[in-house]
């Protein structure tokens, strides 16, 4: 059940622009959008407020608007593996749709302030179901996430800590793009270290390394990437 504090929100310009530009909502005509559009809803949520549990009946797929969301899975250990953290203009619980899935596999929680978007799963379906040239279509935005997919798993698995905090960080920079860089943590330290599988105290000795080596300045939750390239030549130099 969702918590009382939950509130819902208007879609106004700025989140009916961010569905349209989203994947799974771009290959869509403007008449199909519209549709999607008429059963959505938007919901405030604050920090720390469970979105879905593990188990419960698929009702929506959604879109990040602002914020930052963790997907956690109960380990057989008991304890809480976060599988991923969700960023603004990236899309959850779709592929639980897409497999035929009828509940969520894992929980999604809040981990700021944050505003999501729900898409009615049995419309977007229906709306698949009716045009194969949107199936087709949807198939080349799904297949590029994939190959993203596919290198971060090779991050997570072949490479040390340091390479996944600074490939972490580079993620939603754009590869030409050199210049120093300010962005707030999507969420705090030890969920982003669950993320990166590596322990709490190494992802604080690693940034300790980096602000001492110049390449990051942090304060608090603020992160400023000093010298963009040359983080990315210490990606390169590990690959």
């Not at 920090?47 to 959604?62: M, N, R, S, W």
């Not at 977007?124 to 596919?150: D, F, P, T």
């Not at 997570?156 to 972490?168: E, M, P, Q």
Request: proline share 3%; aromatic share 6%.
């Amino acid at each position: 059940m969702r918590s009382k504090t939950i509130e819902r929100v208007e879609l106004d310009h700025t989140v009916l622009d961010m569905m349209r530009s989203c994947v799974l909502l771009q290959p869509l005509s403007d008449e199909q959008f519209m549709q999607v559009v008429q059963t959505a809803h938007a919901w405030q949520l604050p920090k720390g407020c469970v979105l879905f549990h593990q188990g419960a009946a698929l009702t929506d797929i959604y879109l990040l608007i602002s914020g930052g969301v963790k997907l956690q899975r109960l380990a057989p250990s008991g304890d809480q593996k976060v599988l991923e953290i969700i960023r603004p203009r990236q899309t959850f619980a779709e592929g639980v749709l897409f497999s035929g899935g009828s509940k969520y596999p894992v929980t999604s929680v809040a981990v700021s302030k944050s505003v999501v978007v729900g898409i009615q799963a049995k419309n977007y379906l229906q709306l698949l179901n009716g045009s194969n040239e949107l199936c087709i279509a949807l198939l080349g935005k799904i297949s590029q996430r994939l190959h993203w997919m596919v290198s971060e798993m090779d991050r997570l698995t072949l490479h040390n800590a340091n390479f996944r905090l600074i490939s972490y960080l580079l993620s939603d920079i754009p590869e030409e793009d050199n210049s120093s860089t300010e962005f707030s943590l999507a969420a705090p330290k030890h969920v982003i270290a669950s993320r990166l599988s590596i322990k709490p105290e190494t992802l604080s000795r690693t940034l300790k390394v980096l602000s001492e080596q110049g390449l990051i300045k942090l304060k608090g939750s603020k992160i400023t990437l000093m010298n963009v390239e040359k983080l990315r030549e210490l990606i390169r130099i590990e690959t």
